[in-house]
């Protein structure tokens, strides 16, 4: 009780002091004290699959310290605490910032100084040597925790398909696992292989729960292409050091709610994916190929085989199969003689046979004959490059032959009998009397007397004739209006651009997710104004489905996506992105708009 006491009266006088210090000692006298940094770490080597706590102690003043650009690590900020003490009167103040570095490849690293401004002069901290080495591997023995990526095959030729397999494996419990950085996929045209899926597998005598993602990948270059890492972010679950086991086997008091487990946070790293894409073969390449790759099969059916001359039958064609069905836009039937034809917009139905990309492009054509007859449509075939034969093939469908008969003839007036020339004089005959009486005699020719048409009935009758001339007028006029302000839009787009861009990186520095609102706000501005269409609706499938209509690089849909999808993540993730990152998606978003604005000027 009498130690109790006394820490009590201890506790009490100390807060005391400390209120009076408050009021005697005024802020400038309380922090004199020179102000100065100093950086501390937790460790200072480390796997690719840990991270490092990251220390900077500020006295003297509560002002954050400045970060140099480390671009060799990930940086997150985890807040700050402070301390305040006071010795003879004088009050000593620390606040302390915390982040976690994430390493993005191995190497030896200094990092620092990290600064603070008083007035013009620069107070540095000192700097830190790190070591960060590889994750050590084992094949007999698999570590707990790891993450793999793989593609069923290297070397593939352009626009074919392949599979992008991401998977993570543990044999331990883990919580809160999430992707943290996500491959960009350039020069690939991705499709979403259905949902993620999970299953078990033994590896060396191990169990193993396993989550796997899978990607359809189309490659649209030649050459050499690294699929970039992928990174995730989990806690593995552990028991405490020091707690033995019950000798009765696990119970519910091994949970971390009683506090007798821990978590570890572990950072996962794919290893770099390389992929040699080969040209396709020049050698056989037949007329008209579309760069369709894959396997494919043409079906066609004609919706009647008799018709009318002038009326319309419905031609269907259908291809399916596994490969880059999407780039079907149109199938050539050829020359058609004796008949016009009109093209309708193709439907895409996505589908997946044995666990690759595909489905169904329908392609509906209007044919009208022109004449009567047997018309023949000749077969019709689709050309592509087999990848599992290494050759190029073709597809074929019909023919047919339609039964087009003369079109029918309701009114044809015929003012000739027999076969004379020209028409013969018949005597008028009356055939009956109207109700009125009919005027023979000679005063039904006198000129009746003109009627008198009032001021009123004038302006009746020509007032809607006037009207309905300058509501035409005033129609042209808008419209005329309208196309120059589109065609203005058009022209200023890219200038229009430039100013929006420039106001999106005036925020580049700072961490306000404005950054990345302004910068997509750029983005769908110009595609808006390039395109007339409103564009702060506009989704990265729609301006996809925009640029598909002109002469535009397959992968710039690609890099728009990506970009979308960054804005989308700064704006409402909970990720925070460093400056490299940030500078990078401007840079892109840079080079992207200026190749649409050259292509289609």
């Not at 707690?243 to 770099?272: A, N």
């Not at 990506?562 to 500078?583: A, N, P, R």
């Amino acid at each position: 009780m009498m130690d109790g006491s006394f820490a009590g009266k201890r506790i009490f006088i100390g807060g005391l002091v400390l209120v009076l210090s408050a009021f005697m000692f005024p802020p400038s006298e309380l922090f004199a004290e020179a102000k100065s940094v100093v950086a501390r770490v937790d460790k200072n080597e480390v796997t690719l699959e840990d991270y490092i706590v990251l220390r900077l102690s500020v006295r003297g003043t509560r002002e954050a310290p400045t970060l140099p650009d480390m671009p060799d690590f990930k940086v997150l900020s985890r807040g700050s605490s402070s301390q305040v003490s006071i010795v003879n009167g004088r009050m000593s103040s620390t606040v302390e910032y915390n982040y976690l570095l994430y390493p993005r490849k191995t190497g030896s690293f200094t990092i620092g100084p990290f600064f603070l401004k008083d007035g013009k002069t620069r107070i540095n901290s000192n700097t830190i040597r790190l070591q960060v080495r590889k994750t050590p591997a084992s094949n007999s023995s698999p570590r707990d925790v790891f993450v793999t990526a793989t593609v069923d095959n290297e070397h593939p030729y352009v626009h074919e398909q392949i599979i992008y397999s991401f998977r993570f494996f543990r044999a331990v419990k883990i919580t809160n696992a999430g992707l943290r950085e996500r491959p960009s996929f350039a020069g690939f045209i991705k499709e979403d292989l259905g949902k993620e899926r999970e299953y078990q597998k033994v590896i060396n005598g191990r169990q193993f729960v396993v989550t796997e993602i899978k990607y359809a990948l189309f490659p649209t270059k030649t050459g050499v292409i690294e699929i970039s890492p992928s990174v995730l972010q989990c806690s593995v679950v552990v028991q405490k050091r020091g707690r033995q086991r019950s000798p009765f086997g696990g119970s519910i008091f091994d949970d971390t709610f009683f506090g007798f487990s821990e978590t570890v946070p572990k950072v996962l790293r794919t290893k770099p994916v390389v992929v040699r894409v080969q040209p396709l073969p020049a050698a056989d390449r037949p007329a008209g190929f579309k760069n369709l790759v894959g396997c494919f099969a043409l079906t066609s059916d004609l919706s009647s085989e008799k018709v009318e001359q002038g009326a319309s039958v419905t031609l269907t064609l259908r291809v399916s199969g596994t490969g880059n069905l999407q780039s079907v836009r149109n199938i050539d039937v050829g020359r058609l003689q004796n008949f016009k034809v009109y093209d309708d917009k193709p439907v895409f139905t996505p589908g997946m046979t044995g666990g690759r990309a595909g489905g169904e492009v329908v392609i509906k054509k209007a044919l009208v004959p022109l004449v009567p007859g047997k018309l023949k449509i000749p077969e019709i075939s689709l050309a592509y490059f087999n990848p599992d034969t290494g050759r190029y093939e073709k597809t074929v469908t019909g023919p047919y032959v339609m039964d087009v008969a003369p079109a029918d003839e309701q009114e044809t007036l015929r003012s000739v009998e027999g076969g004379n020339r020209f028409p013969l004089k018949q005597d008028i005959k009356i055939l009956g009397k109207d109700i009125l009486p009919i005027h023979t005699g000679v005063d039904a020719l006198e000129q009746a007397r003109r009627p008198r048409v009032s001021l009123w009935a004038m302006l009746f009758i020509v007032a809607p004739v006037v009207l309905f001339i300058m509501v035409l007028l005033l129609k042209a006029g808008y419209v005329n209006k309208e196309a120059e302000a589109q065609k203005s839009r058009r022209k200023n787009a890219y200038k229009v651009f430039r100013r929006n861009f420039s106001r999106a990186v005036r925020k580049l520095k700072s961490d306000d997710p404005s950054f990345f609102q302004l910068l997509q706000k750029a983005l769908k501005a110009y595609m808006g104004d390039r395109f007339g269409v409103p564009g702060q609706a506009l989704t990265a499938k729609e301006m996809a489905a925009l640029l598909s209509g002109v002469a535009i690089p397959a992968e710039v849909s690609a890099h728009i996506k990506e970009i979308m999808l960054l804005c989308d993540s700064g704006q409402f993730g909970s990720e925070s992105y460093t400056l490299q990152e940030k500078e990078k998606a401007a840079a892109r978003l840079r080079q992207t708009v200026t190749l649409i604005h050259k292509q289609m000027k």
